[in-house]
């Protein structure tokens, strides 16, 4: 662990433990909540205008990815409030289901199964079997603790037996920490569902570990200079990959 890394361990500490700023310390144009919500309704009503007669929404750039901007679509509704008994909500599900079971994109497959966690959130749901599904595909992209933009079309489902995987050595990886971080979100997901996140949880935190440049950051890939976003992206990989079951049950042993 370099000084970069105890120094935000204790910076985060110390914000943990601080207490909170009032609200009126924040600058005095700040939106009120009328107004916050105001546009929030707006937003939904923007999203529900966009939908198709299919369900789905619509989005194009290298390939198709109806599936994935779907789903964020759906994210997004489900974030503001709208019920998942709602008709768009329903038709929006629907449309995930059927449009990731043939998807080999990381993006794509990531925010389908985030989507679909939190349609059932709290309750055990027709989705969780298709989610552990998507997510054992998700996991065989893993390339040395990193995703590219596609993985293997790997289709096992419950009950059958699944192939042997081995891990990707460090110095084999290929990929990109934008795409790691949403298979990381997406692999996170699938584990509140019983899908085994340990193995792809530990190749990212040895990635995210190995591969901090001597500054504290991140950058898109291994080597390349720090960009903040990328930085949040290896944080959260860490503080995520902390959190897997394997590690809390030797923890709790221990103690």
């Keep these: 662990m370099n000084r970069f890394t105890i120094f935000g361990i204790r910076l985060g500490l110390v914000l943990l433990v601080s207490p909170p700023i009032p609200l009126s310390t924040w600058a005095a144009d700040a939106p009120t909540a009328a107004e916050v919500d105001a546009a929030i309704a707006r937003g939904v009503e923007n999203l529900r205008n966009r939908q198709e007669p299919t369900g789905g929404w619509s989005y194009s750039s290298n390939g198709d990815h109806a599936l994935g901007i779907t789903a964020l679509a759906g994210l997004a509704l489900l974030e503001n409030g709208v019920d998942p008994a709602d008709p768009a909500l329903v038709s929006a599900n629907d ?129 390349e200079g720090g960009k903040n976003a990328m930085t949040c992206a290896g944080l959260m990989g860490l503080a995520i990959a902390a959190a897997r079951p394997s590690l809390a049950e030797r923890q709790t042993a221990r103690g």
């Design 95 to 223: 449309v995930v289901q059927r449009l990731s079971v043939r998807s080999n994109q990381t993006y794509d497959l990531a925010l389908a199964i985030l989507f679909l966690a939190r349609f059932r959130e709290g309750r055990t749901g027709a989705n969780d079997a298709l989610i552990r599904r998507l997510a054992r595909r998700l996991e065989a992209g893993e390339s040395g603790g990193m995703w590219s933009y596609t993985v293997p079309m790997v289709d096992e489902q419950d009950g059958q037996a699944a192939k042997p995987r081995r891990r990707n050595p460090r110095n084999s990886r290929r990929g990109d920490n934008s795409n790691t971080q949403f298979a990381l979100l997406g692999i996170w997901a699938a584990g509140r569902t019983g899908f085994d996140s340990n193995a792809a949880l530990e190749a990212i935190n040895d990635h995210f570990r190995s591969s901090q440049n001597d500054d504290g950051r991140w950058g898109y890939t291994p080597g």
